[in-house]
């Protein structure tokens, strides 16, 4: 299997799409000329022309809302946000148009479009440019959100993204963008709604997304080094949650511990509890955990950035705690 | 001068204007009477921004608006006792009583809706005409929007694209002087709304709103602008709403003598005497169709009350579309007809798109004039 980077998975999914459907587009701020902010579009311009790969004013709540028009009518808009952070200008578009036509009008339209953009801390940029903002999107119907952590998931869910007849959210990772992964030759789509477990496990299972998921990872190998055996559930999609998959995992293992890298309060993680609280009571042999960010804005200071992060001692810590290892 | 307006469009127009006049009259005793809640936004004096541009343009144009909206999907031919019905939280509405008053929603005529966040639907309709563009239609779209909406970032955002990338549109604003009860000019630095195009190189234009045969010959020749590629036109309608913002409003912003006033410039009767003084029609004739539309009206009214609630499972539906879900057609749902004119998209594998929004020669040439090579 070839090796690519996340941000190369993402711009064959889009190229294969592209080719594959005349309707789908790609606009944003960037994408054409500059190739991308992030290079995801690289190339794109070249192969299929202005009207197809659009730079886009920095007007996000204007070319935001002019997708979703365009998605009414019939195309397949992709909109590429910057970052999520800029995406709030864009939100009530995206929540007060794309979520709810369907609905207001009583089933007649569909706004088959996506927004994807990276999310998460950026690396030294403070405040507005740092945030995890998945949350937000996984409150409202009318909405689908993916998140993907690797190359390969990005790829698959990219083109189910892109297929789908609803609005679906991305979140991809400026720190994700980089990294290697393998990817399926040929026609490889990952189905949305469906978890993953990247590692097996026994003693504890360890759930997150996104770049989180490369801490849990880098934990669960430690672990494993002290006799702790953990499984690692990617969730990938965090509406709809995949419930069967989390309950499933939570029944082997009896202990979990969530990973998020955003704010605790109301967060994705606080909805993983509640189903495995109310679906799971009986095989839990400890109160879940979470690692959160903390509840406080990012700094630009490495030490107080790195601090206000989970990382994979942080994660390991937690596992100790619900397996009554503390200190150990 | 003999007029340049055949019987028939004049009679159609006054129809039109006057089904509206009266169901939004209707509307409003129903609501006093508690059978329709929420907001309801009432468009009686606005009738001639409607029915003007309306007949003006092809039925396949696309049309949207904000949410005082019952006017134009009226205008366009939507059933009238489906949208009474949807004001009404009724099953048989076409939205199924899921939207109401502000989200009026009939895509077989060609409307796209009426939506309740001010300005919300101005970046809709540059999309749906840049999809016009995009698959090389001659298609128009005219999108009605509200003077306070002209003070959003979605207003100059849109506008700047629009006129940037030609994309034929038509924005109607409609200048009832009041966003809800604070009079524009009290918020507004540059209260003609139409002047505001040329800070986006766009061709803008004042219309009287109270006059149903210049709307008509603003939007004729905006479209056709449009249609040749020329790029977006603002229109202003100067218009005037005779009730409050709604039936909550008992307007009393304004003076009874403004009121007054502007009653006497009521659009209705003025094309009547327009037609009447032109020899074109007689007075018969326009009752006749008074009679025929308050018996339209009589009977939408019924219709709606007569109708059921939404099942409950209706809640379950028109969230998320399933995989294979079709779409709902409202009038093959509630009232089992046939409907041919749903619109059809070409597939991808059929569409050739040839547009070049930034020819790339052009690019180009702009590179080497700054010295740079890509």
Redesign the interface.
């Known amino acids: 299997m070839p090796e690519l980077m996340y941000r190369e998975a993402l711009n064959q999914a889009l190229a294969e799409e592209m080719e594959r459907d005349a309707n789908v587009f790609l606009i944003g701020e960037e994408v054409g000329r500059y190739n991308g902010a992030f290079k995801v579009s690289q190339g794109l311009l070249d192969r299929f022309g202005s009207a197809r790969i659009i730079d886009a004013p920095i007007s996000e709540l204007g070319f935001a809302g002019m997708s979703v028009g365009a998605a009414m009518v019939g195309l397949r808009p992709v909109v590429e946000m910057m970052t999520w952070n800029f995406a709030i200008l864009a939100m009530d578009q995206i929540v007060n148009n794309a979520a709810k036509l369907r609905h207001m009008s009583g089933g007649q339209l569909r706004c088959p479009i996506v927004f994807r953009g990276p999310g998460g801390a950026g690396g030294r940029l403070s405040s507005q440019h740092s945030q995890a903002l998945e949350a937000n999107y996984a409150h409202f119907p009318g909405l689908k959100v993916i998140a993907p952590a690797t190359p390969a998931d990005a790829k698959g869910l990219l083109k189910s993204a892109i297929r789908d007849e609803n609005p679906v959210i991305m979140f991809e990772g400026e720190r994700l963008y980089a990294l290697k992964g393998e990817v399926p030759e040929g026609e490889h789509v990952v189905p949305i709604g469906k978890a993953d477990v990247k590692r097996e496990g026994t003693d504890v299972t360890i759930i997150t997304w996104s770049r989180m998921y490369y801490f849990c990872m880098e934990a669960a190998e430690q672990l494993a080094k002290e006799g702790i055996s953990a499984e690692v559930l990617d969730l990938r999609t965090l509406r709809p949650l995949d419930e069967e998959a989390i309950l499933a995992s939570v029944r082997k293992t009896n202990r979990v511990v969530i990973v998020e890298e955003g704010w605790a309060l109301a967060g994705v993680g606080a909805s993983v509890v509640d189903i495995i609280q109310s679906k799971a009571f009986d095989d839990l042999d400890a109160p879940v955990e979470r690692v959160t960010g903390l509840d406080v804005n990012m700094s630009y200071a490495a030490n107080l950035e790195n601090a206000t992060q989970p990382d994979a001692p942080k994660i390991i810590a937690a596992v100790k705690k619900v397996l009554y290892r503390e200190g150990a | 001068m003999a007029s340049p307006y055949s019987k028939e469009l004049l009679l159609t127009m006054y129809r039109k204007m006057y089904l509206i006049r009266r169901f939004e009259e209707r509307a409003g005793q129903q609501y006093t009477l508690g059978k329709i809640a929420g907001f309801c936004h009432l468009y009686i004096g606005q009738e001639a921004v409607a029915v003007g541009p309306n007949e003006a343009i092809r039925p396949d144009d696309?049309m949207l608006s904000a949410y005082r909206d019952h006017g134009q999907p009226l205008a366009r031919g939507s059933d009238a006792g489906m949208v009474m019905a949807e004001l009404f939280g009724r099953g048989t509405?076409?939205?199924?009583?899921?939207?109401g008053s502000m989200?009026i929603?009939?895509?077989e005529h060609h409307f796209?809706?009426g939506?309740?966040?001010v300005g919300?639907q101005?970046?809709?309709?540059?999309?749906?005409?840049?999809?016009?563009?995009?698959r090389n239609e001659d298609r128009v779209t005219v999108c009605y929007f509200g003077d306070a909406a002209a003070n959003q970032?979605?207003f100059h955002?849109?506008f700047?694209?629009a006129s940037?990338w030609k994309l034929p549109v038509i924005y109607i604003c409609e200048n009832n002087r009041y966003g809800m009860g604070t009079a524009i000019s009290r918020t507004s630095a540059v209260p003609e709304i139409y002047k505001r195009a040329a800070a986006y190189g766009m061709r803008g234009e004042p219309v009287d709103g109270m006059d149903c045969l210049k709307m008509y010959e603003a939007v004729k020749d905006a479209a056709a602008y449009c249609r040749a590629g020329k790029g977006p036109v603002l229109l202003e309608a100067n218009t005037y709403r005779f009730r409050g913002h709604s039936m909550a409003d008992p307007a009393n912003y304004r003076t009874k003598q403004e009121v007054e006033e502007e009653r006497k410039n009521d659009p209705i009767p003025k094309l009547r005497d327009y037609a009447l003084k032109q020899k074109l029609a007689e007075d018969a004739q326009f009752d006749a169709i008074e009679e025929e539309v308050k018996a339209q009206v009589d009977a939408a009214v019924k219709f709606a009350d007569e109708s059921p609630e939404p099942s409950l499972d209706e809640l379950w539906?028109?969230?998320?579309?399933a995989?294979g879900?079709e779409?709902?057609?409202?009038r093959e749902r509630v009232l089992g007809m046939k409907v041919t004119n749903w619109?059809k998209?070409?597939?991808?594998?059929?569409?050739?798109?040839t547009?070049?929004?930034?020819?790339?020669e052009q690019?180009e040439q702009a590179d080497k004039k700054a010295g740079l090579s890509?």
């Open positions: 696309y509405g076409y939205s199924k009583g899921k939207g989200h929603f009939d895509i796209y809706g939506y309740g966040i919300g101005i970046p809709l309709a540059a999309g749906m005409a840049f999809a016009s563009r995009y970032g979605a955002e849109t700047n694209m940037k539906r028109d969230t998320i579309v995989e879900e779409d709902v057609r409202p619109p998209y070409p597939s991808g594998q059929e569409l050739k798109v547009w070049d929004l930034e020819p790339r690019a890509r």
